[in-house]
T-cell receptor
Framework: NAGVTQTPKFQVLKTGQSMTLQCAQDMNHNSMYWYRQDPGMGLRLIYY???????DKGEVPNGYNVSRLNKREFSLRLESAAPSQTSVYFC????????FGSGTRLTVV | AQRVTQPEKLLSVFKGAPVELKCNYSYSGSPELFWYVQYSRQRLQLLLRHISRESIKGFTADLNKGETSFHLKKPFAQEEDSAMYYCALGGTGGGNKLTFGTGTQLKVEL
């Protein structure tokens, strides 16, 4: 029972590079989310998808884009990475309460 | 706007002592509240939700609408309770969005 799977687990980018964080869930959940976790700031919502085919901005969407590819997959893209995007990124899906992925630790230098 | 406040960044207690992690919320409707726990470098896990009124790993939390609080309590702390704890508030918008507090690091000392 995989739950929510995120790839990669670690990534180092140079300023200006792009990358896509992948997330997949096997629980048939409608809703999926991307959060970033920063020290002293808790988890902040970047984007979410209430159902397949829909996406909406969260609290901190600037610099990010998302794609809800199908019901299982929800990807997060950084088009031009900046040092301020150094963070731990968590994907989650929900039915009644969230199930989180294991996180992606991203460093932008 | 909905908001979750966890006033303590760090709470240090001795093993066997009572624990109370504070959480206050701001919300105009009927709130749905959760506690999540994150052990060192692991994914966040649901600890408990107010609607189920259950006790998990000896932790309980009672929703006090008058004080807009959802404090997490445990009568006797164990070393394995050391972790980061997040209080979260359910939203009114679509998608079951949660608003998280900034977290409290609980350290249980021997």
């Amino acid at each position: 029972n995989a739950g929510v799977t995120q790839t990669p687990k670690f990534q180092v980018l140079k300023t200006g590079q792009s990358m896509t964080l992948q997330c997949a869930q096997d629980m048939n959940h409608n809703s999926m989310y991307w959060y970033r976790q920063d020290p002293g700031m808790g988890l902040r919502l970047i984007y979410y998808s209430a159902s397949e085919g829909t996406t909406d901005k969260g609290e901190v969407p600037n610099g990010y884009n998302v794609s809800r590819l199908n019901k299982r997959e929800f990807s997060l893209r950084l088009e031009s990475a900046a040092p301020s995007q150094t963070s731990v990124y968590f994907c989650a899906s929900s039915l009644y309460g969230y199930t989180f992925g294991s996180g992606t630790r991203l460093t932008v230098v | 706007a909905q908001r979750v406040t966890q006033p303590e960044k760090l709470l240090s207690v001795f093993k066997g002592a009572p624990v109370e992690l504070k959480c206050n919320y701001s919300y105009s409707g009927s709130p749905e509240l959760f506690w999540y726990v994150q052990y060192s470098r692991q994914r966040l896990q649901l600890l408990l939700r107010h609607i189920s009124r259950e006790s998990i790993k000896g932790f309980t939390a009672d929703l006090n609408k008058g004080e807009t609080s959802f404090h997490l309590k445990k009568p006797f702390a164990q070393e394995e309770d050391s972790a980061m704890y997040y209080c979260a508030l359910g939203g009114t918008g679509g998608g079951n969005k949660l608003t998280f507090g900034t977290g409290t690091q609980l350290k249980v000392e021997l």
